[in-house]
């Protein structure tokens, strides 16, 4: 079975939708977007590794994926 890798750019500052955060911290459905997305790829058990880019400095991934692998 091949190996398979997501890479999910969640690096932007969500100028166009406005707000002070940014869409991929957003809260949707008690989660956010980011998060929301990882749960959804990796619970289809065909990801072998997800990277995650985000912006320099950012911190906030750290804490919104913390709970997956």
């Known amino acids: 079975m091949p190996k398979i ?3 999910l750019v969640a690096a932007g500052k969500g100028a166009r939708i406005g707000g002070e955060t940014p869409k991929q ?3 949707l459905g ?3 977007v980011l998060e929301r997305t ?3 790829t990796v619970s289809a ?3 072998d590794h997800c990277i995650v880019v985000i912006a ?3 911190k ?3 804490e ?3 709970g997956y692998d």
């Open 45 to 47: 058990g065909i990801i």
């Open 38 to 40: 990882v749960a959804a």
């Open 5 to 7: 890798a997501q890479i």
């Open 30 to 32: 008690g989660m956010t």
């Open 60 to 62: 906030r991934a750290a």
């Open 64 to 66: 919104v994926l913390s």
């Open 56 to 58: 320099q400095g950012d």
């Open 25 to 27: 911290y957003r809260i």
